[in-house]
């Protein structure tokens, strides 16, 4: 390992004021795409600020209609939550698939919604429960938060504290894992919230996580397998590699799309 | 007299009434960029001299063309050349069946060998196997004849049910040295053992054959121990250690028991004829009258007898040994083989394919194997369960992917695919042996078996299901989906 400077933030302006000092400094909380990233020399960051032992920064809270997760609460505390099982189950399924237990153990949902990776489970979740994502500077709607490939509308140095997710009246979410990294190949959720049906598609699209409206409308019309079964994604907005072509992923976000109205 | 001609891809298949009378094979071996210790033997000497199968073929043509490219060099894996060799003849077998329309079991019936030993036109003389003995226990085991049943009842869940079979044959523990030699190798293929027997009675065993997960620890001493009637804690095994081992020729291509056993074994025939040498000198009896069983050595008919640490002890002080006759009990053996070892066996797999995504289960795989002799059936076990997981990764998983500008893409386990527990099924695993002629103990060989015999069931139980034979291996997801798109575009879809 290089040389670097770690240290562990107080709080989150403690934080803040940390990462301001550094060269190029990184928040680190789980590390579980930093770490790997750094190893293969593809990032090599002056500063680590550990977020990890906030204690505002960890927990889960239900409030009526709103469930707020704190931004260092691993996947392995969401899958397991009481809370969560009980308000939001398909949101306890999701985080207890993701990664493997070593992964879930370490990784947070503030360290996987910032990264904003194109396979990953949360930006799919946050995107249909049209949740807030809350920094130590503003607030900012999920529509809104997740550009592209691994890109958000982050400013640098901006800390997400925590993530507000609508209870839906009812949600399901389908993931076609990748065969080698189980990342999800295609990754489907349907939730309908108090204003609508929200369809959010990851791992498929060209510039990652997206909404399909026309599947929204049809459901808000007829939440039935029929009302979608003919809707195709163009495929000029979803990506292919050696794992799947364009077309064999739009046709899975088909079937995904099926298989989560479905088991709603 | 019907004659007709099976083609698939770069082979070609001539039958007469269903006798197979003629296989020609073209073939392309990528080495990769640089020539490495033994990538050319591969897809030559290993791989055309099997391409004869289980199956009475008078004539095999083979045309191998080996190419440098600017990917990575290539060597040995697992099998080594075989499982290219029984790719080609059992995906041809199942293709000549499905297009004569014949039962793909009574096809390869038909034309198994079946007197011994025999000798294919691309140099192999097999000899000794029972190929109907495992086909019939590997279709019983899987309850082969009630397959329709199983596949009607799949198609009312909207699944796709295949079912593939391999009928394998491999050439283990490569041999004779002079042989190799006349084909250009640098060096020998025998083995070698030395049979201490200490002044206690205890057996320090040295072999060239290393174990680096085989287990060799374990069965080489059970054959000392067995041989004898000692407890197994008194037999140790030595090997890689070079300050003590004499010279050795190593572990692979499934040569440890057949060839590393065999050299320890004829070692073992020393020391006893020295044994009852010196048990009849001390007992006063003919040598003929002297029997070791459980640890005594006595002479038969008779309760005159000592112990087998007493005659150790007897060797070392030589306080009374035969006139003429050197202290000590110590020997060793070079073995040469006199020909290949040539396990065997039939491998049915039944998978089903979801035809809306691709994705595919194996429902059960079934392995009846042919070893000859076997000393550890629980290792056996061991080597055949490593050995399918291996060969269904490949059929199924694995897959080194490079782009048009020769980046390699699959550079880590996030890209290639490699199989996980959960991606394999239990396996049944069972055996049908004759006895290896060749060898003083019978064996055939375990190690490389699952890895040669089962890419091809695998491939030709998804291709039944998906009623199509445009699959290539790795039968990922979206190739099995791609190949399903070409029966109609709508089943997927559906």
């Known amino acids: 390992m290089y040389d670097l400077q770690y240290y562990k933030a107080k709080n989150v302006d403690d934080a803040a004021a940390k990462i301001n000092q550094a060269k190029d400094g990184k928040y680190i909380a789980g590390g579980q795409t930093l770490i790997p990233t750094m190893k293969a020399r593809l990032a090599s960051p002056s500063d680590l600020i550990d977020i990890s032992q906030i204690d505002s920064m960890t927990g889960i809270k239900v409030t009526g209609s709103e469930i707020i997760i704190n931004a260092s609460t691993t996947h392995d505390e969401v899958a397991n939550s009481l809370e969560v099982q009980r308000v939001i189950p398909v949101l306890s399924d999701l985080a207890g698939n993701i990664g493997d237990p070593a992964v879930r153990a370490r990784g947070t949902i503030g360290g996987s919604v910032a990264n904003n990776d194109p396979a990953a489970d949360y930006p799919a979740i946050c995107l249909g429960l049209d949740a807030t994502i809350i920094t130590n500077l503003r607030e900012i709607n999920a529509n809104d938060f997740f550009e592209s490939f691994f890109e958000t509308s982050l400013k640098d140095d901006e800390l997400i504290v925590a993530i507000k997710l609508n209870v839906p009246i009812k949600a399901a979410y389908k993931k076609f894992p990748n065969p080698a990294s189980r990342y999800a190949m295609v990754g489907v959720f349907i939730g309908i919230l108090e204003n609508g049906a929200r369809v959010s598609i990851t791992g498929a699209g060209n510039t990652g996580v997206f909404r399909s409206l026309d599947m929204e409308k049809a459901l808000e019309k007829d939440f039935s397998v029929a009302a979608i079964s003919n809707i195709k994604v163009p495929l000029s907005e979803i990506m292919f590699d050696l794992h799947g072509s364009a077309e064999y992923r739009a046709h899975l976000i088909g079937v995904m799309a099926k298989r989560a109205v479905m088991s709603c | ?494």
């Open chain 2, 1 to 494: 007299m019907r004659m007709v001609e099976i083609t698939f891809r770069w082979l070609k298949l001539v039958l007469i009434d269903n006798n197979i009378v003629g296989l020609k094979v073209n073939t392309k071996a990528n080495l990769g960029a640089y020539m490495s210790l033994f990538s050319s033997a591969v897809p030559t000497y290993l791989y055309a001299t099997l391409l004869s199968g289980q199956y009475n073929i008078s004539n095999i043509y083979c045309d191998v063309q080996a190419v440098y490219t600017n990917t990575a060099p290539v060597d040995a894996y697992r099998g080594a050349g075989r499982p290219e060799a029984c790719y080609l003849v059992e995906r041809i077998m199942e293709t000549a069946a499905r297009e004569l329309g014949v039962s793909p079991v009574e096809l390869r019936r038909q034309n198994f060998i079946t007197e011994f030993p025999h000798e294919t036109p691309v140099i192999m003389t097999y000899d000794v196997g029972d190929y109907a003995a495992n086909l019939e226990q590997a279709m019983e085991a899987s309850n082969y004849n009630s397959f329709n049943k199983r596949r009607v009842e799949a198609q009312k869940r909207g699944k796709l049910r295949g079912l593939g079979m391999s009928c394998y044959i491999e050439a283990c523990g490569i041999a004779p040295s002079a042989a190799v030699g006349s084909l250009g190798a640098g060096v020998g293929l025998w083995e070698s053992a030395e049979v201490r027997v200490n002044p206690v009675g205890t057996i320090e065993v040295l072999t060239g054959s290393h174990s680096h997960g085989q287990g060799h620890e374990t069965t080489f001493a059970q054959v000392v121990a067995d041989r004898f009637g000692l407890p197994i804690d008194n037999i140790q095994i030595v090997h890689g250690d070079t300050d003590k081992v004499q010279m050795g020729m190593g572990t692979y291509g499934s040569r440890s028991g057949a060839v590393g056993m065999s050299a320890i074994a004829k070692a073992l025939d020393k020391v006893e004829a020295k044994v009852k040498k010196i048990a009849a000198h001390v007992l006063e009896a003919e040598e003929s009258e002297i029997i070791i069983e459980s640890g005594e050595v006595k002479v038969s008919g008779t309760n005159k007898g000592m112990g087998w640490h007493e005659v150790g002890l007897a060797a070392y002080t030589g306080h009374n040994l035969p006139e003429g006759m050197e202290p000590g009990l110590k020997e060793g053996c070079f073995y040469d083989p006199v020909n290949f070892t040539f396990p065997s066996g039939c491998y049915i797999c039944e998978v089903e394919v979801d035809p809306e995504t691709g994705v595919t289960d194996i429902i059960q795989f079934v392995a009846s194997d042919d070893f000859g002799t076997i000393i550890n059936p629980m290792i056996v076990e061991g080597q055949v369960h490593g050995g399918l997981a291996q060969g269904i990764g490949q059929a199924m998983y694995e897959n080194v992917v490079y782009d048009t500008e020769g980046q390699l893409l699959s550079a880590s386990y996030m890209d290639y695919t490699m199989p996980r527990a959960d991606d394999l099924p239990m396996y049944q695993v069972m055996h049908k042996s004759t006895v290896c002629p060749s060898n003083p103990l019978g064996i055939k060989g375990c190690g490389e078996a699952g890895a040669i015999g089962s890419p091809p069931a695998v491939i030709n139980a998804i291709t039944d299901a998906i009623g199509n034979n445009s699959l290539e291996m790795p039968a990922s997801p979206a190739n099995v989906w791609a190949a399903l798109q070409l029966n109609s575009p709508k089943l997927a879809a559906e």
